[in-house]
């Protein structure tokens, strides 16, 4: 099964900034929702932020403010860019599939490995 791929993580200071990459070429075509997702140890894993195929974006109260969430339509990956870091931030970050226009955060089909982000104080 095809699996999008994550890259970008990495450790820094609180207020810093990182930015995610998530190779989603594998569905360039249709009407996929794109989004993001992190889970720390022994917590449930939550949704950060979310792109449908038009363009729409939703993002977790949480990060508002702070993540933005892209795609490169020419190569089709997705980016996270995440400013202004805080140590609640710190998660293993997945990237994930939803086959078709996603409402919630529910129903993502395809994950990534995912990649650790960690943040200090």
């Known amino acids: 099964q095809a699996q999008p791929a994550e890259s970008g993580g990495g450790s820094v200071q609180a207020g810093g900034s990182l930015r995610l990459s998530c190779d989603a070429s594998?569905?360039?075509?249709?009407?996929?929702?794109l989004g993001w997702f992190r889970q720390d140890a022994g917590k449930e894993r939550e949704g950060v932020a979310r792109m449908n195929s038009d363009g729409s974006t939703t993002y977790a109260d949480s990060v508002k403010g702070r993540f933005t969430i892209s795609k490169d339509n020419a190569k089709n990956f997705l980016h996270l860019q995440m400013n202004n870091l805080k140590p609640e931030d710190t998660a293993m970050y997945y990237c994930?599939?939803?086959?078709?226009?996603?409402?919630?955060?529910?129903?993502?089909?395809?994950w990534g490995q995912g990649t650790q982000v960690t943040v200090s104080s």
């Open positions: 994930a599939v939803h086959g078709g226009y996603c409402t919630s955060f529910y129903g993502f089909t395809s």
């Open positions: 594998r569905w360039s075509y249709g009407g996929y929702c």
